[in-house]
């Protein structure tokens, strides 16, 4: 019997298979990325009847001039309970449904590569969706509708920490490379784009099992707000951020509303801004504004909102981000008909700009520790995962909490896949 393990990203999303003779491998979900079995959690409908995935999703959205809903960081709405949907062409999607399309193609191109139609899953999910444990439970009961939108009769949940140890410890990385032998004590930290999970655990000379979980803890602070950050101090206010206007007849001076221009700083919320109304009150913002340097933002905000250049615009976000892993300075450039826009950021302003996020991120690491009822010096062990967890300033705050001996990394895209698929053999063999 052939059990799916599927990693379902805010990024990027893989699928493994395993059987009761162990791990089958990953399904090569999209033939145009440099690594097949990446699949990026990217969805294009040029209208309500065709949609397109992956790198085929950005193709398709460029080849076609931009028109139709470019979808992506999706599993970001999960716990929100604000969110139930959207429309394409004036058909309702909610958000069950859009995520139950992507995961069923997920599940049809790996049917048609492994040659059987699976209906078993292993679905990873954060360490906690939400703070509030309603809304936690709130978010995994619809990921769990998605999964059975797409197929799935039997689906089962492991926290994605929870999984990178388990796939950790299946590799033969555990006890033996060690420096004393008998019980350690292993931190999991998961940096992803959407959510930051940790996870203590005991490891020994047994079977990893989920008992040796000592504790669990999460935030849904990572990669994409480290991104909104950068675009709220640096790129938004290209858009209007800080235009002043008058309303006609009245004598205050008014700045745009901070609630509609925060959603300029959000991926996942950035479409949202092209509602009727609210493209009306932005209208009316241009002919109210007080100088001709604002009345040009306004205009930028429409070629950015009509043309829908949200996802080509992050992108440039977030290669400034990744940059700033590696260089102190970096250039971020963005060229269209209408806008230009030109930024010198260094690794210090980013790390400014993000602190409110980067700080979250360690407190939730910190209250795990406290959950656990250790301190940083009895760890033995940091397992790091998730394109995040390159961040300088991540990096740093655990080296000085553990030491850089201690910190050892895991495949940002497949450590957690792995241990999803390991868990789908265990079930399978049973």
Known sequence: MLIYAIDFGTSNSLLGAADESGARGFAPLDPHAADPAVLRSLLYFPS???VFFGNAAIQEFIARDHTGRFIRSIKKQLPSRSFIGTFVDNRPFNLEDLIGVFLGEMRRRANAHFGEDVTHVV???PARFAPDDADDLYAEGRLERAARNAGFKKIEFLPEPVAAAFGYDRAGASVSSLENSGEKLVLAADYGGGTSD?????LGNKQFERSD??????VSVAGDALDSALMRHRIAPHFGTGVQYKVPFGSNVLTMPRHLMERICHP????????QDTMEFFRNVQQWSLNGMDRNK???LFTLLNDQLGFPLFEKVESA?????????TELDFDYPGIAIRENVSRKEFENYASAALEEITRSLDDTLRSAGVKPEMIDR???TGGTARVPWIRKSLSERFGEAKLHDIDPFRGVARGLMERAAELAAH
């Open 321 to 329: 981000k990744r940059g700033l892993s590696v260089e102190l300075t």
């Open 298 to 300: 306004m205009e930028q």
């Open 48 to 50: 309500s009847d065709q």
């Open 382 to 384: 940091v397992l790091c």
């Open 198 to 202: 940790f996870t203590v655990y005991r």
């Open 213 to 218: 979980v000592v504790a669990m803890g999460g």
């Open 123 to 125: 679905m990873g999910r």
């Open 268 to 275: 996942a919320e950035i479409s949202l801004l092209r509602k």
